[in-house]
């Protein structure tokens, strides 16, 4: 008698689904089922590289994308609100950062750099108490030109945001031309600001 490699429902053992599957896999040869199970492993790795970022292109970094325009008050003077169209006509580095963030406190010297070296930047502070966003400033610096106050965080979850720190790479045509996701280090930002067209 032949061999049979499947089992109907009535023959199956009792336990069910996953024994029946068991079955089943077992009937395809070690080599099969070895190519199989290597097939599914590198899925779920690229999968979960894709979606921390760890593969290098994942979601630390944005394609090119028209940015969402805001308007907020400014850090210190309430009734003053600025746009962020109103800063067309150069590039601009958007830092979303928060006074209790401590990713954010290490990049201040990062973000000192690149205002000494007449870089414009804004920030956004996310989710911040304004008392408390300028205490943080007064500790380590203020690298901005201007400071949005997003208090209840919607402007930021409307632009992408999904943290502090993050920084955004705006065009002067008002195009989000990169993001970084993770503090900026100098390599980082070096990096990002290649991305701005000369």
């Given at each position: 008698?032949a061999?049979q490699?499947t089992?109907?429902?009535a023959?199956?053992?009792?336990?069910?689904?996953?024994?029946r599957?068991a079955?089943?896999?077992?009937?395809?040869?070690?080599?099969?089922?070895?190519?199989?199970?290597?097939?599914?492993?590198?899925?779920?790795?690229i999968?979960?590289?894709?979606l921390?970022?760890?593969?290098g292109?994942?979601p630390?970094?944005?394609p090119p994308?028209?940015?969402?325009?805001?308007s907020?008050?400014t850090?210190?003077?309430?009734?003053?609100?600025?746009?962020?169209?109103?800063l067309?006509g150069?590039?601009?580095?958007?830092?979303?950062?928060a006074?209790?963030c401590v990713?954010?406190?290490?990049?201040?010297?990062?973000?000192?750099?690149?205002?000494?070296?007449?870089v414009?930047?804004?920030g956004?502070?996310?989710?911040?108490d304004?008392?408390?966003?300028?205490?943080?400033l007064?500790?380590?610096?203020?690298?901005?030109?201007?400071?949005?106050?997003d208090?209840?965080?919607?402007t930021?979850?409307d632009?992408?945001?999904?943290?502090v720190?993050?920084?955004?790479?705006?065009?002067?045509?008002g195009?989000i031309?990169?993001?970084?996701a993770?503090?900026?280090?100098?390599?980082?930002?070096?990096?990002?600001?290649s991305?701005?067209?000369?």
């Open positions: 008698m061999r490699d089992m109907s429902p023959e199956a053992p009792a336990g069910g689904a996953l024994q599957l079955h089943r896999l077992g009937g395809l040869g070690r080599a099969r089922l070895a190519a199989l199970t290597a097939v599914v492993v590198g899925i779920v790795v999968s979960v590289l894709s921390t970022g760890a593969g292109a994942g630390r970094h944005a994308a028209r940015a969402k325009n805001f907020l008050a850090l210190g003077h309430p009734g003053q609100r600025i746009s962020l169209s109103s067309a150069r590039p601009v580095i958007v830092n979303f950062f006074s209790w990713p954010c406190a290490a990049e201040a010297p990062t973000l000192a750099a690149l205002r000494h070296q007449g414009h930047i804004v956004v502070a996310w989710k911040d304004p008392a408390k966003t300028r205490a943080f007064a500790r380590y610096g203020d690298p901005y030109q201007a400071v949005f106050v208090g209840d965080g919607r930021g979850i632009f992408g945001v999904t943290g720190p993050e920084t955004y790479l705006v065009g002067a045509d195009r031309l990169d993001k970084h993770e503090p900026l280090t100098e390599a980082d930002a070096q990096a990002l600001l991305r701005a067209p000369s």
